[in-house]
């Protein structure tokens, strides 16, 4: 299938060499109006236009994305949309649909699959700023700058496909203005960042679909670290419910950019259908057991030693949490263990206030900014 | 059946059909396919692209007459100035020739059918106009192709094989 001349429209010697860059072509020789490229694994050539002002340019761009087709085994519609998109990370989401529906989507599910689809990359831009297993507040406003820059690109054949486009030239204003002289070497872009999380949140789904001997909740907290979080498994989950096969199936074609040394110009990831049911499971999970900053405690201190709580955890307080007795362990500093101590001896309670952490037994209170005595029977 | 009314095609189209059914079929003897870009822009009806060795293409111009256009061995053809200019331009990365197709007189002496052979009448010539110099002309320019330029499977495999070695035509 050779492309439309609208299909390859726009796409600019830049665009090309790039794109071939990235996908081991090397330029071997150059003329006035061509130059020729040979492909590293196979010593094959091809010829590349390099002045989109000759007679032919759109017939000759046309042939490239015809031939890179074949030779790739895709359909040269996407080669064109990714030459056309070389400073952005191409994200296809395939949606299954069944035959039936020959290749069209209902309006409702197209709609709540570009929803779910924003949401999933919030989930990750927000990880790339700092992983958590559940994300509530506002986010910051790098990661609302960057969801402003991202694209819904066209759709695609191939049951149906949802192009998303996500330019790495897009620079949040604190890599700027925060950057001396001496820091000025080239770093990752945040919309990488952002788009390297999603992947790498993805894989590692799909890697718990594999057994453990562990609840998966406990596997997927784990998880966290990669980007996986209880907003990202809401957003899985109903895209999965949209797609006949349940699966989720991204393809990712990297910028060029921005290489990545040493990998692969396109990867693909396909969440199973064995897992994505549980992602809603996963999500709650994660939401249960997500830190809570600014929590207070208000209890009476049940030990006061390291022997047993582990990690530099030397407190234990006895505190009412959503309405059930718990243990909570503490990190103290040498005054606030004096606070303890007194508190211990004299039977008086403590109100502290930090970031409480519900993946442990007990549960632990981090980065405490009040610790005081109080007298509740007064 | 409703009469809608239909037109004869007009005679130019009916000419530019019988040059792409025989440049087709040259082509498919030669195991190339024929790419029809939708419009002619930049004077290229057709892209001969062989599915063997280097695959470079080429690009063909097509033009049909049935008038009496040999002379002196040269096959005699005006040749629109704008087709003449894009032909002889450098400003092009697939080598381009231009191809005409010499047809009988006699419209029904075009295409004959027969119980065991489908003949089409006369033959095509290629003319690589590449380089070639500016002219005043406002309308026309007379082209000369020699008679020896005839569009055969084998000088389209020659051409091909040409165009594969030197990325230009002979």
Not at chain 2, 25 to 45: G, N, T, W
Not at chain 2, 59 to 88: H, W
Not at chain 2, 108 to 119: I, K, N
Request: include cysteine; proline fraction near 6%.
């Amino acid at each position: 299938m050779t492309p439309s001349d609208r299909q390859v429209e726009d796409i600019t010697p830049e665009d090309i060499g790039l794109y071939l860059q990235a996908n081991k072509w090397s330029e071997e020789e150059v003329s006035d109006v061509l130059s020729v490229w040979t492909h590293a694994d196979t010593e094959l050539n091809l010829l590349a236009p390099r002045r989109s002002s000759v007679l032919d340019y759109q017939t000759q761009v046309s042939l490239l994305v015809r031939f890179l087709g074949e030779f790739e085994g895709r359909n040269p519609i996407q080669i064109a949309s990714d030459m056309k998109f070389t400073g952005a990370d191409v994200i296809r989401l395939r949606i299954d649909t069944s035959v039936i529906e020959r290749g069209t989507i209902a309006f409702n599910k197209a709609a709540e699959v570009i929803i779910q689809t924003q949401h999933m990359l919030l989930a990750a831009a927000r990880a790339a700023v700092h992983p958590q297993s559940f994300f509530v507040a506002r986010p910051p406003t790098e990661v609302s700058d960057y969801l402003d820059t991202t694209r819904l690109g066209q759709t695609e054949p191939g049951s149906f496909v949802f192009t998303i486009i996500s330019p790495v030239t897009f620079k949040v204003k604190a890599e700027d203005d925060h950057q001396s002289a001496v820091e000025r070497k080239p770093k990752t872009p945040f919309a990488r960042s952002v788009v390297s999380t999603l992947s790498r949140s993805l894989l590692a789904i799909r890697q718990a679909a594999t057994p453990h001997d562990r609840p998966l909740g406990a596997v997927f907290e784990d998880l966290v670290e990669e980007g996986v979080s209880a907003n990202l498994c809401d957003a899985l989950y109903v895209i999965a419910e949209q797609s006949v096969d349940r699966a989720v199936e991204l393809d990712f074609t990297w910028s060029a950019k921005v290489p990545r040394v040493g990998q692969e110009a396109r990867s693909r990831i396909v969440v199973p259908p064995m897992i994505t049911p549980v992602l809603s499971d996963m999500a709650k999970h994660l939401k249960q057991v997500a830190p809570q900053p600014g929590f207070e405690v208000m209890g009476k201190v049940e030990r006061l030693s390291n022997q047993e709580l582990g990690e530099g955890f030397d407190l234990a307080l006895r505190a009412i949490v959503e309405g059930r007795e718990r243990l909570i362990a503490l990190q103290l500093s040498d005054a606030e263990r004096e606070i303890a101590s007194t508190a211990w001896k004299t039977g008086r309670s403590v109100f502290t206030r930090g970031v409480l952490d519900k993946r442990y037994r007990p549960y632990r209170l981090l980065e405490p900014d009040l610790f005081e005595l109080i007298n509740l029977d007064s | 059946m409703q009469n809608l009314g239909a037109t004869p095609l007009p005679e130019p189209a009916r000419k530019e059909l019988y040059s792409y059914a025989y440049i087709t079929a040259i082509a498919a003897s030669a195991q190339c396919e024929i790419l029809v870009p939708k419009m002619d822009y930049d004077s290229l009806d057709a892209l001969v692209l062989p599915t063997r060795g280097g695959r470079l293409p080429l690009s063909v111009q097509l033009k049909a007459t049935a008038a009496d256009c040999i002379n002196n061995d040269n096959v005699v053809f005006d040749l629109p100035i704008k087709n003449y200019d894009d032909l002889r331009s450098t400003e092009r990365g697939i080598p381009a020739m231009l191809v005409v197709l010499h047809l009988p007189n006699e419209e029904d002496r075009w295409v004959t059918h027969q119980s065991d052979a489908l003949l089409l009448r006369n033959t095509a010539y290629y003319l690589n106009l590449l380089g070639s110099p500016a002219v005043a002309n406002q309308m026309t320019v007379r082209v000369h192709i020699p008679v020896e330029q005839q569009l055969t499977k084998g000088s389209l495999l020659g051409l091909l094989q040409h165009v594969a070695t030197y990325r230009r035509l002979p």
